[in-house]
């Protein structure tokens, strides 16, 4: 048997197009120029003096977390580095345009969100160089190469660092209200109104909220005919979107209920962690069916955890409304939290390593018209 060998010429690679518009460029350059310099100069002026005096800004402003604003600085100046460098590759438009700009403006969201946490207030410099930045990332978006592909992975990410973020906020505000005791009180008390941690906890949780919201929104546009991945996806978005409200609905302080303190916003808190834990388990519910049948002995695993875990905390929930010891409910609650956020991270992961065929593979089998799955394979084709 001969085989026929066929010489096709190599083509010359093509040139890489992009989808940013001229106005798009230039207020994406501008944006780099702009925080660059401001980087540069605010980092060399607080490396140059680390007291502060150069900017009027007093060490104390940072509540101890650096001993002065040495390190701060070259935080600040090494960003400064990277827009310029971002700068250049937008400028020249250089295959690597895309992740420069990405690592510097993603770089500066960052800088601002820890620089709010630390300062525990916000001010009038944080919107003056802090929005010019989210509209950096908007006129960045199209230098993405498979623009789609690679919002989806990301978005899929966002559901592993939401999770591991809020693992760290854990860790990280406890310290900050000396006599905190994690294993004896509830996450919610870090928030609480009186809480010498309420601010640090609000912005620093508020990253977590998009994460989610970005993680359900995915997980929704990527289900196709898949109705169950599609129902989780919803409710993923309706328990993030719960996270707006939290801020507006904080508990009082234990010794303010055992003394009658409480208010409208302690009803509004209790209300917003029975639906949240509604939502855990209709999620879980619906996902369980959606990913094949080891990810559904895991679904109900966790199921089982959080039924176990949640009624543990909300049978102790009386005697910290009365001031009463609590030694373990804040054990409870976050085995509780945690065996949702691992399960969060489980589900991404899945549906990182199966892309979109998850979807597919569940459309058979889980009561969809036949129509349904050729439309489905149509489309994985022309994809």
Not at 88 to 108: E, I, P, Q, T, Y
Not at 155 to 179: D, K, M, Q, R
Not at 191 to 220: C, D, E, H, K, Q
Not at 315 to 343: H, K, Q, S
Request: glycine share 10%; aromatic share 10%.
């Amino acid at each position: 048997m001969h085989t026929a060998l066929t010489y096709h010429p190599q083509e010359p690679a093509a040139e890489r197009t992009s989808s940013q518009s001229k106005g798009e460029r230039t207020a994406l350059l501008t944006v780099l120029a702009y925080e660059g310099l401001g980087a540069l100069l605010g980092g060399a002026l607080l490396v140059a003096a680390p007291d502060g005096r150069l900017m009027d800004m007093p060490v104390a402003m940072m509540r101890g977390v650096f001993p002065d604003f040495r390190v701060p600085g070259l935080i600040l100046f090494a960003l400064g580095l990277l827009s310029t460098a971002a700068f250049g590759a937008v400028w020249r438009r250089g295959r690597a345009d895309w992740l420069l700009s990405a690592l510097a403006l993603g770089g500066l969201l960052v800088w601002f969100w820890v620089e709010i946490a630390i300062l525990q207030q916000l001010h009038w410099l944080h919107a003056m160089w802090g929005l010019p930045v989210l509209l950096g990332v908007e006129t960045a978006l199209p230098l993405l190469p498979n623009r789609a592909a690679r919002l989806r992975q990301a978005a899929l990410w966002s559901g592993i660092l939401a999770s591991l973020l809020y693992v760290a906020i854990n860790v990280i505000v406890p310290p900050h209200w000396p006599g905190y005791n994690s294993a004896a009180q509830t996450v919610s008390e870090l928030s609480a109104i009186g809480a010498p941690t309420r601010v640090l906890w609000n912005v620093l949780a508020t990253p977590y909220t998009l994460l989610m919201l970005a993680f359900g929104w995915v997980v929704w546009a990527s289900a196709g005919y898949n109705r169950r991945l599609r129902s989780t996806g919803i409710l993923l978005l309706a328990y993030a979107a719960l996270g707006i409200c939290w801020p507006f609905a904080p508990m009082h302080l234990r010794e303010a209920l055992a003394a009658g303190g409480g208010g409208i916003t302690d009803t509004l808190h209790i209300t917003l962690g029975v639906v949240t834990q509604a939502l855990f388990f209709c999620a879980l519910g619906f996902a369980a069916g959606a990913l094949g049948r080891g990810f559904l002995y895991y679904s109900l695993f966790s199921f089982l955890l959080l039924l176990v875990f949640g009624t543990l905390t909300f049978l102790d929930a009386p005697a910290l409304a009365r001031n009463l010891p609590t030694p373990l409910i804040g054990v409870w609650e976050r085995i509780n939290i945690g065996v949702f956020l691992l399960w969060v991270v489980v589900l991404a992961l899945q549906l990182l390593r199966t892309g979109r065929s998850p979807a597919l593979h569940a459309v058979r089998g889980a009561g969809s018209d036949p129509d349904a799955e050729r439309r489905h394979d149509s489309d994985l084709l022309i994809d």
